[in-house]
């Protein structure tokens, strides 16, 4: 086997290795989430994890407050976005970088998501605001039905806004968006991932906020907008998610109204 043939497959091997470090990572803040939701719920256990829940449910304490809600931002981040950046990854892979672009890709995701840390930090203020302020509720941290009746409905006149769509134009075209914002050189990929990162923000922030209206520490929520946020790539995926949300939103307030005229111990009259 020539020399050129092994540096290929080395340089192969290496990218593969990125994608799978990447999912990795993924995975175990989707775990840690889901531990922290079930923490959150149950408010036992020990540890760091039972003292950064215990600190999201007092917003009147707002240095631990800010401290906690920024560390489970960032790890939600990690989770959902992470996904969203492989099939820029696998363009720049495709390009010719150079002998030293190996790490590339890895610089690239480091952008990306050095982006998204800073919007979980904007998010973070959002919610020890609307915490303190009683418009978040449950261990879910869920906004009120009014409220979160609103968010859905910002999102929705969101996705038909011009520039949510200059915005996700850069995420359906990977190639293009190389060919215009290409940069030497590994802070060249950084960059690049930065400003990808910028594009998707303003591309799926409104959608970021339903978070707020399905409770930002569900995991079925987190789940349901990583999927919105992929599927964004195709129109007609969206649509059908719209329709679940909204389903989802009209079912979420008729419970909350039935809670609110039949309060837990109390018994719901027999329709006879």
């Not at 789940?223 to 995926?237: G, Y």
Request: glycine share 10%; net charge positive.
């Amino acid at each position: 086997m020539s020399t050129s043939a092994r540096g290929a497959r080395f340089h192969d091997l290496q990218f593969r290795l990125t994608l799978a470090a990447l999912l990795v990572v993924a995975a175990l803040a989707w775990a840690w989430l889901y531990d922290a939701q079930k923490t959150m719920a149950s408010m036992r256990g020990d540890g760091l994890l039972l003292d950064l829940m215990r600190a999201m449910m007092a917003p009147g304490d707002s240095a631990a407050y800010l401290l906690a809600s920024a560390i489970m931002w960032l790890v939600m981040m990690i989770a959902m976005m992470t996904p969203a950046a492989l099939p820029m990854l696998l363009v720049l892979r495709g390009l010719d970088r150079g002998p030293a672009g190996q790490l590339d890709p890895l610089l690239f995701a480091g952008g990306y998501l050095t982006g998204w840390s800073a919007f979980a930090l904007v998010a973070t203020v959002a919610q020890w605001w609307l915490h303190g302020h009683d418009h978040l509720m449950g261990a879910n941290l869920a906004a009120s039905h009014k409220v979160a009746g609103g968010i859905l409905t910002a999102a929705g006149i969101w996705q038909l806004t011009p520039f949510k769509a200059a915005c996700l134009a850069h995420c359906r075209g990977p190639l293009g968006f190389f060919l215009k914002y290409g940069r030497a050189g590994r802070w060249g990929a950084f960059v690049m991932g930065l400003h990808h990162g910028t594009y998707c923000i303003g591309c799926c922030w409104m959608l970021m906020v339903l978070m707020f209206a399905g409770g930002t520490m569900s995991v079925a929520t987190m789940a349901a907008v990583a999927l919105f946020v992929l599927a964004d790539r195709d129109r007609r995926s969206v649509i059908h998610l719209c329709i679940g949300a909204n389903l989802f939103a009209h079912k979420r307030a008729s419970t909350q109204a039935l809670g609110a005229t039949y309060p837990s111990g109390g018994a719901e009259p027999s329709p006879l």
